[in-house]
């Protein structure tokens, strides 16, 4: 069965923090995704990578960098939180090569920054 | 550029009675559509989608959707709304389509009363 796992489902931290969202795939998909989702905003996309390393700025990247060392994993990284940056993060992956792949999303972390 | 308009942010139907979520899209290529929901606390699940073929596109739980090049609409219906249906849905369009990135719609929060 499909998994893209979010390590970290509740997650509360302080102003200045450093903090690392990690997701993993099991489904061997070359690409990865982190969106941040606002209510009456939808899913805004940060990042996303489409092969090992390799990495592209989404709509929102400010304030937010990415880390893909492994095929599997894909880590979101806050440098220094701020409060404007409590949301839900969402990572998905999807299989590249094919049109109209679906694309698979955790279960989400809730992230508070105070 | 791509986009997607969602009319409604909330929407509330009686049991039994027929759903209908909006979702309008702009692109200036043939696009690739997508239908998610997203249950309380969970992350999002693929609920249909078009790419090429039949315009009139079934999915999972008894929804489907029709893509309607003319209207540049893409709207969900089922026929007869479960108490088990209440959650979010989101339109989504592809932007690339080798990585799939995904552009979403603000969401249509669904509640069904009995």
């Known amino acids: 069965d499909v998994k893209v796992t979010q390590s970290s489902r509740y997650l509360v931290k302080r102003t200045g923090e450093k903090v690392f969202l990690e997701c993993v795939q099991d489904?061997?998909?070359?690409?990865m995704f982190w969106y941040r989702q606002d209510p009456g905003l939808g899913l805004r996309l940060i990042y996303f990578s489409y092969d090992v390393k390799m990495k592209e700025k989404g709509d929102i990247p400010e304030g937010y960098s990415v880390s893909r060392e492994k095929k599997e994993r894909f880590s979101l990284i806050l440098e220094s939180a701020s409060t404007n940056q409590t949301s839900m993060y969402l990572c998905?992956?999807?299989?590249?090569?094919?049109?109209?792949?679906?694309?698979?999303f955790g279960e989400g972390s809730w992230l508070t920054v105070v | 550029a791509q986009s997607v308009t969602q009319l409604g942010s909330h929407v509330s139907v009686s049991e039994g009675a027929l759903v209908l979520l909006r979702c309008n899209y702009s692109s200036s290529v043939p696009p690739y559509l997508f239908w998610y929901v997203q249950y309380p606390n969970q992350g999002l699940q693929l609920l249909l989608k078009?790419?090429?073929?039949?315009?009139l596109v079934k999915g999972i739980n008894g929804f489907e959707a029709e893509f309607k090049k003319s209207e540049t609409s893409f709207h969900l219906t089922k026929p007869s709304a479960h108490m088990s249906d209440a959650a979010e849905y989101f339109c989504?369009?592809?932007?690339?389509?080798?990585?799939?990135?995904?552009?979403f719609g603000a969401g249509t929060r669904l509640a069904v009363h009995p």
């Open positions: 489904m061997d998909h070359e690409n």
């Open positions: 998905a992956s999807s299989q590249t090569g094919e049109t109209g792949n679906t694309i698979y």
């Open positions: 989504a369009v592809s932007l690339l389509r080798g990585y799939n990135k995904l552009i």
């Open positions: 078009y790419t090429t073929g039949a315009t």
